[in-house]
């Protein structure tokens, strides 16, 4: 019923940044919660953090204060600006949509983000 595309991951070095950002297609919108979830190798698949449709937050105590989630329901769109990242950030980020009513969860297919110097 929705389908994710996230873009923005890649290399960078302790202490930089980047922008994710994770393009829906397919239902409406604002019926899902929108989040990011992280796996890194051999570990689970961990939550970072969520974003209701009205803009309430949560996130994870190893992101806060270093991690922003936003989305823009006009365009599809939620983002995670990535600020001060860290070698324990190396994961596949992962959008997901969460269906309000069902709870279903829905996956994008994932972006690489590797912290290393």
């Known amino acids: 019923q929705v389908q994710l595309v996230e873009s923005g991951g890649g290399l960078v070095q302790p202490g930089g940044s980047l922008r994710l950002a994770c393009v829906a297609s397919g239902s409406m919108f604002s019926r899902f919660v929108m989040g990011w979830y992280r796996q890194a190798p051999g570990k689970q698949r961990d939550f970072v953090t969520t974003i209701t449709s009205g803009g309430t937050t949560n996130y994870a105590g190893s992101v806060k204060g270093r991690f922003t989630i936003s989305r823009d329901n006009a365009k599809n769109t939620v983002y995670l600006q990535m600020n001060s990242l860290k070698p324990e950030d190396t994961a596949v980020y992962y959008c997901?949509?969460?269906?309000?009513?069902?709870?279903?969860?829905?996956w994008g297919q994932g972006t690489q983000v590797t912290v290393s110097s």
């Open positions: 997901s949509a969460r269906n309000r009513i069902t709870g279903t969860n829905y």
